[in-house]
């Protein structure tokens, strides 16, 4: 029997769906703190059990979805669950997050992480109480959203709101939509790279966990409530801790990030109409927050004027605002509230959904697409209720929405002539997060080289550079400084989630968050080893993915998405005059091979995978 | 002597004791050969709460606490600070946030 473990079970369940079978794995101490949890974790248990060839879809696809060592500890926003597979839309790594219970549940429950294999043959749901797990029947939950699927799992297993965490899929995810999500606690979405299609694909409804009766052992509990004192005062110094992210809105705007009408202007009055100042002054909202955090960022919302009076949902995100206001020149911030609602409740990610919408808009407008080529609906831009049925159409497959529920880049490459143009997308199928990147050329380069299908640093949550070897602000517009910020901070995001903690709360507050996993577990970890964990995440998807076939030529932008912004604050600003130099840049911080895309050998041995490196040999062989 | 227009968007009004709803639009007045950044200086010794987030320590170093719009354009680069302004210019303070 090996060494006490402190802030983690040291068991993962494992799952097989195709022979309904469940087991315990333990977890070694040198296992644990080479990848910690999350997505470090997952990382290591999708490269090496899923063969990167094969089809998302494939039953032998695993899915991971796991606490970290922080998990279910007093350090708040630790109730997060990273989930990490061979994602749907890019066919490469997905790695995804979402806050709420479930992570914290599930450490209570004794296991630090779960990974589903093969693939059931009817609809179930998996069940966790008091370290016990079974797979359920689904198929009365079968073309549920995600809030009714949580709703009735609760009823039927008997528990209240918050005795109970429930992730599950919508028909978006049932129906393997390309862009389908996860929906965790009403209103917790895990988005990205189509995750919640891999759920479907293996005929996984939901997994619900009991809140139980264990806690989480951690090594020092006096030092690490000084530590989670001390970070949670960090997180004040931000504006999310008071306003969520309802404030950020006019801020995008000012500052030439808001998406707008499908990238074609950055000008956007209505701004003020949206912003949290006023809408929480507004609408009726009540607080909602996660496991363990005292901010004041999630919500519940009561819709008070205009056409949608009497609509109640969680408050959107800055994103859901951005993709149901702006991006689709939407002018109603109560239509805003029930798209962003409704479409959590398909269970499909906002993002890849404002992207297919606005597109479809501007094809609309130009005659490119007509009434008849969309089952009756009029596209015209901010048309609320077209929206909501066109999203219908696309999670239930029908008609038009069959070819959009592929994704923006696909639809576009189908439709082909100048509507490719149109369409914001990247080489490998990703497309941005809610903002117009133009304007914000760390996230369009980090975008557009990610492994996972979005970010993979964050540098607005960095409150200090100088710890990465860097000046203490850059120019936000220079080829060569934003290539530097983005090839040094990488590694910080993917550190957070293998922690898996929420950004709002723990930032990029890499120091305290190395004592913190002191205090939690006992290991004398540095600053340097924390930052390597993200790293090692990300090493390990690049080997995967360039075999997996996303190689660097795919490290491009769509048309629209690399066009110079003709008006508003960032009107001329051209990414693309120094893109290639920026890559250049990127990819010599990364200790990658610029033609091949792989990581150097000596950048995996610093990583400690020199296990990889026959597999990177072997790709340069050609085999 | 000039006249130049500062507009605080957003949550920097709070530094400026501007709690309502919309932009803070300010009419300042200055020495001709004043530059973004001397403007700066003087909007921190004006508004204390905003002098200590704008700076670091002794006012020696800007911190990427604000993003500077003039006449509609961001400036980005630090050299660009140094720009004189010119009577009738619009100067933008905004949050520097980025994420959410």
Known sequence: MGAKLYGTTGKILRVDLSKERIWEEALDEATLRKYFGGTCLGAKYIYDEVDPKSQWSDPENRFFVGSGPLGGTRVAGSGSVSFVTKGALTNGFASTQANGFFGAFLKFSGFDAIIFQGAATNWKYLYIHDGIAELRDARHLKGQDTWETEESIKKELEYSERSMSVLSIGPAGENLVKFACIVGDKGHVAAHNGIGAVMGSKKLKALAVARGKGKVEVKDAEQLAIVAKQILESAKKMVVFDWGTSRVISAAEGAGWLPIKNYNTNVFPEHSLFVGDRVRSVFEVKPAPCWACPSHHCHLMKVTEGPYTGYSGEEPEYEQWAAWGPQIYQKDPGAAVMLANEVDRLGVDCNESSWVVGWVMECYEKGILTKDDLDGLEMTWGNAEATLALMKNIAFRRGYGNILAEGVKHAAEQLGGEAVNWAIYTGKRNTPRGHDHRGRWVEFLDTIVADIGTYETNPGFIPDFTIYGLPKTYDIFSHEEVSTVVGKTKGSLPFLDSLVTCMFITRFELPLLCQAVKAATGWDVDLQEGFNVGRRALNIMRVFNIQAGLTPDKERPSARYGSIPVDGPIKGKDIMSGWENMLDNYYKLMGWDRKTGLPLPETLSQLGLEHLIKDVDRVKGGN | ?100
Request: aromatic share 10%.
């Open chain 2, 1 to 100: 002597m000039m006249k130049v227009t500062v507009e605080v968007m957003s949550w920097l009004k709070e530094d400026f004791n501007h709690k309502s709803q919309g932009s803070l639009v300010l009419e300042e007045v200055v020495t001709p050969g004043t530059s973004i950044i001397d403007l700066i200086h003087l909007m921190a010794d004006k508004y204390p709460k905003f002098g200590k987030k704008v700076f670091n320590g002794q006012k020696q170093e800007l911190t990427d606490y604000c993003l500077v719009i003039l006449n509609g354009s961001i400036v980005s680069a630090s050299a660009e600070l140094n720009t004189e302004l010119k009577e009738g210019d619009t100067i933008k303070f905004l949050p520097f946030f980025f994420g959410g």
